[in-house]
């Protein structure tokens, strides 16, 4: 049985239609990328599941149970975090306070041992722990909100857009940690526009085009493909 | 003299803070003016004057009922008049709010006619003696309970999880969802100390004046809403800075015998402010949501 399983999803913003029938699913321990350009209804995929927007139809299966109807942080006690596009950190709280906030539906003892975790993956955050988030660099803020993500021990962390905005040294230090993260047990959903760098860490890649999902494979076989090199990897 | 007139000052002063407070809180997590805020202070003044004048009970249970029905009134124009309207125009709210702030007075109105009530006193003490000069006795436990009230209130907002979960839903409501937090509840709890404080403020306020009327709320609130915007909206500092420098610019001008003036005087401090200093005395340029 798949972890998540998304089947025939539509969605749309008053009377546009952002997604048209989406299906895909993940398996327990893969790296998943959904990649496509702009406005081709990635980032809407993962805050539907999320329980942020709402779908016209369709269903969302987590563990073999449905999310939809559920509020988000229903869906995060359930064990999916969305680490949101644009970082979206509490900018005026401290890195220790924004963690803080991510373990909200654990207990504290919980939390001491997840942190300690989460330290281990982003020393720098430890190291600015007492610091306000606003005036963490833009990569630091990438990594506190993906710590922040993991705060509620997800058993599927989905990322949207994890390396925009950044420099390449840091994408490249952003990717290595998504890798870490999986290794150690995470199964991960990656949104992205740097389709190269997605494909080359993901097991499986879905290809989406205004809405629907149109190619699927490997993410080995997808970096060799001449639509997607086309497309997306720039030749 | 002098004493007795700070002294004035810091009462009038503590008790616009108090209700600023609600106004600060509720506007700092859903961006929203709370009119009918000042209206609560009448539910407060009325339920004192309920169980002390009426039912005869102990001045102690006025003030827990007081603060208690402060706090589910609160709560429950949340639930009824706002929450629906959560995803509305913010003006749709505002002008909601206008519409409760108005069913409030008028309802209290009907219920208990149009002529203020005389809430007895809470306690026979009237006067404390601290060495030569005897100071008022409300006047000093209110300046106390506003300190005690400002202290736990920054401290629940600074270190408890709910406090926290206020500040992540005030700065950014759809990361706070995808937190795990509660967002609604967050809210209810935010109402429900806001109004618990003005509760508070009621019963200090019917200590003071020993009146409960339909209106009393209105420019009770009105300049409760200029302290906070003063001290800048949103500012929990800022609210009690801005409720003494009204107060005391009410009992300045009274005591320079234009008593007439108090009230045109707090309009041109709020009219200075926003000419100068939008944003107020503590108050940071917020970024519009998105």
């Known amino acids: 049985?798949?972890?998540?399983?998304?089947?025939?999803?539509?969605?749309?913003?008053?009377?546009?239609?952002?997604?048209?029938?989406?299906?895909?699913?993940?398996?327990?321990?893969?790296?998943?990328?959904?990649?496509?350009?702009?406005g081709a209804g990635k980032s809407t995929t993962l805050n539907t599941v999320a329980g942020l927007i709402k779908p016209d139809s369709g269903s969302v299966d987590f563990e073999g149970e449905t999310l939809l109807g559920l509020r988000a942080h229903r869906i995060v006690e359930r064990g999916l975090?969305?680490?949101?596009?644009?970082?979206?950190?509490?900018?005026?709280?401290t890195v220790a306070e924004n963690l803080e906030m991510g373990g909200y539906t654990r207990t504290d003892a919980e939390n001491r041992e997840t942190l300690e975790?989460?330290?281990d993956h982003f020393p720098r955050l430890k190291e600015r722990r007492g610091q306000v988030a606003g005036t963490l660099s833009g990569g630091e803020q990438q990594m506190l909100a993906m710590g922040r993500a993991l705060m509620s021990k997800p058993r599927l962390l989905m990322l949207d857009e994890p390396s925009m905005g950044l420099a390449p040294i840091l994408v490249q230090e952003i990717f290595a940690i998504v890798k870490q993260l999986n290794e150690a047990?995470?199964?991960?959903?990656?949104?992205?526009?740097?389709?190269?760098?997605?494909?080359?860490?993901?097991?499986?890649?879905?290809?989406?085009?205004?809405?629907?999902?149109?190619?699927?494979?490997?993410?080995?076989?997808?970096?060799v493909d001449d639509d997607v090199r086309k497309a997306y990897l720039g030749g | 003299m002098f004493i007795t007139q700070v002294l004035n000052g810091l009462q009038l002063g503590s008790i616009y803070a108090l209700v600023a407070l609600g106004y600060t809180m509720v506007y700092g997590i859903i961006l929203l003016?709370?009119?009918?805020?000042?209206?609560?202070?009448?539910?407060?003044?009325?339920?004192?004057?309920?169980?002390?004048a009426q039912l005869g009970l102990n001045p102690v249970l006025a003030v827990i009922l007081s603060v208690a029905a402060c706090t589910l009134m609160g709560v429950l124009i949340d639930k009824v008049a706002y929450a629906p309207l959560r995803?509305?125009?913010?003006?749709?709210?505002?002008?909601?709010?206008?519409?409760?702030?108005y069913f409030l007075e008028n309802g209290a109105q009907l219920v208990f006619g149009a002529d203020a009530k005389v809430v007895p006193a809470y306690t026979d003490l009237q006067t404390i003696q601290v060495g030569d000069l005897a100071l008022s006795f409300p006047s000093v436990l209110t300046v106390i309970v506003t300190i005690v009230a400002t202290v736990a209130l920054t401290?629940?907002?600074?270190?408890?999880?709910?406090?926290?979960?206020?500040?992540?839903?005030?700065?950014?409501?759809?990361?706070?969802?995808?937190?795990?937090?509660?967002?609604?509840?967050?809210?209810?709890?935010?109402?429900?100390?806001?109004?618990?404080?003005?509760?508070?403020?009621?019963?200090?306020?019917?200590?003071?004046?020993?009146?409960a009327s339909p209106t009393m709320g209105m420019m009770l609130g009105t300049k409760a809403f200029v302290a906070a915007v003063l001290g800048g909206i949103g500012s929990i500092p800022g609210a009690v800075v801005g409720g003494?420098?009204?107060?005391?610019?009410?009992?300045?001008?009274?005591?320079?015998?234009?008593?007439?003036?108090?009230?045109?005087?707090?309009?041109?401090?709020?009219?200075?402010?926003?000419?100068?200093?939008?944003t107020g005395i503590f108050g940071r340029t917020m970024n519009e949501k998105v």
């Open chain 1, 1 to 38: 049985m798949a972890l998540l399983s998304v089947k025939d999803l539509h969605v749309s913003y008053g009377a546009i239609k952002a997604v048209r029938g989406i299906s895909f699913d993940i398996d327990e321990g893969e790296i998943v990328t959904l990649i496509g350009a702009n």
């Open chain 1, 81 to 93: 975090a969305l680490c949101p596009e644009g970082r979206r950190v509490f900018t005026q709280m």
């Open chain 1, 117 to 119: 975790k989460v330290y």
């Open chain 1, 185 to 223: 047990g995470t199964t991960i959903l990656l949104v992205e526009q740097n389709a190269n760098m997605a494909l080359s860490v993901a097991d499986r890649a879905y290809v989406l085009e205004i809405g629907t999902i149109k190619k699927t494979g490997t993410g080995a076989e997808l970096l």
């Open chain 2, 33 to 52: 003016l709370n009119f009918a805020h000042g209206d609560i202070i009448m539910v407060g003044a009325y339920v004192s004057w309920l169980v002390m």
């Open chain 2, 87 to 101: 995803n509305a125009p913010r003006l749709s709210i505002l002008i909601t709010a206008i519409g409760v702030s």
């Open chain 2, 155 to 211: 401290l629940v907002v600074q270190k408890t999880k709910l406090g926290k979960a206020m500040r992540a839903v005030s700065e950014d409501m759809g990361a706070a969802r995808l937190m795990g937090i509660n967002v609604n509840s967050t809210i209810s709890f935010t109402f429900a100390v806001g109004s618990a404080l003005a509760g508070i403020g009621a019963v200090l306020y019917a200590m003071a004046y020993t009146q």
């Open chain 2, 244 to 278: 003494l420098l009204v107060g005391f610019a009410e009992v300045i001008v009274t005591a320079l015998g234009l008593s007439v003036w108090k009230d045109a005087v707090v309009f041109l401090l709020l009219i200075i402010v926003l000419v100068v200093r939008p």
